[in-house]
């Protein structure tokens, strides 16, 4: 964005790179040893599900492929939540693998046409304190923290991971841009 657009009164508005969630995998040792996340060895896709045909068969395409290499006991499911979003969770104890396996989710849905359903990607990870969610959102093409913590959003802790975290992964600026994502079902068992 230039100086012009800012005066004009334009914004762009970043495009999605899905090749930015190979990120995760290269950010694994600052998560683990510089900011003491250990990876859940889940994550998952949130998507707008939609009445088609064609639709449900590119997730049933997508839940073959996830499930496909069945000796590194990868698994995918999908969850329905309250707010109307559907998830697909994927298991795999290797967090370059479940990298690998979200991208490809999120691949397949674009090379299909359905872009404009795809929402978010998360990745969980396990802190002392609690879960810590790193959220790709696929609109703007950046990431976020969201840390839940008793009902409510540990900003500091937020913050902090944003800073530490900025080198190596696109972070997303606007901080009311940064979507809580209550009750994701990548934080259950």
Same mark, same amino acid.
Request: proline share 4%; hydrophobic share 45%.
């Given at each position: ?8 009164g334009?914004r762009?508005?970043? =495009?999605a790179?899905?090749?930015a969630l +190979?990120g995760?995998? $290269?950010?694994e040792?600052?998560?683990e040893i510089?900011?003491?996340l250990?990876? $859940?060895?889940?994550?998952g ?10 639709f449900?068969? *590119?997730?049933?395409?997508i839940e073959?492929l @996830?499930d496909?290499d069945l &000796?590194?006991?990868a698994?995918? =499911?999908r %969850?329905?939540?309250?707010?109307g +979003?559907?998830?697909? *969770?994927?298991?795999?104890?290797s967090? $370059? &693998?479940? @990298? %690998?396996?979200?991208?490809a *989710?999120?691949?397949v849905?674009? &090379?299909?046409? +359905?872009s404009s359903q795809?929402?978010?990607? %998360?990745?969980?990870f ?5 879960p *810590?969610?790193?959220v790709?959102?696929?609109k /703007?093409g950046?990431f976020y !923290?969201?840390v !839940?913590?008793?009902?409510? /959003? &540990?900003?500091?802790t937020?913050l /902090?991971l944003?800073?530490s975290?900025?080198?190596?992964? =696109?972070?997303?600026?606007e901080?009311e841009r940064?979507? !809580?994502v209550w009750g994701?079902p @990548?934080?259950?068992a």
């Amino acid at each position: 964005m230039g100086i012009f657009d800012i005066l004009r009164g334009e914004r762009r508005i970043p =495009r999605a790179d899905l090749d930015a969630l +190979f990120g995760v995998s $290269t950010a694994e040792s600052t998560l683990e040893i510089n900011l003491g996340l250990e990876a $859940t060895g889940r994550g998952g896709v949130c998507f707008k599900p939609v009445e088609m045909a064609s639709f449900a068969a *590119v997730l049933d395409d997508i839940e073959q492929l @996830v499930d496909l290499d069945l &000796d590194t006991g990868a698994a995918a =499911r999908r %969850v329905d939540d309250e707010f109307g +979003f559907s998830w697909l *969770v994927i298991d795999d104890e290797s967090l $370059t &693998d479940l @990298v %690998v396996r979200i991208h490809a *989710v999120n691949r397949v849905m674009v &090379d299909a046409g +359905f872009s404009s359903q795809l929402l978010c990607s %998360v990745f969980a990870f396990e802190a002392d304190d609690g879960p *810590v969610l790193l959220v790709y959102s696929y609109k /703007r093409g950046t990431f976020y !923290p969201f840390v !839940p913590r008793d009902g409510s /959003r &540990d900003t500091a802790t937020e913050l /902090r991971l944003r800073a530490s975290l900025a080198a190596e992964l =696109r972070m997303e600026p606007e901080l009311e841009r940064w979507f !809580p994502v209550w009750g994701a079902p @990548v934080l259950g068992a």
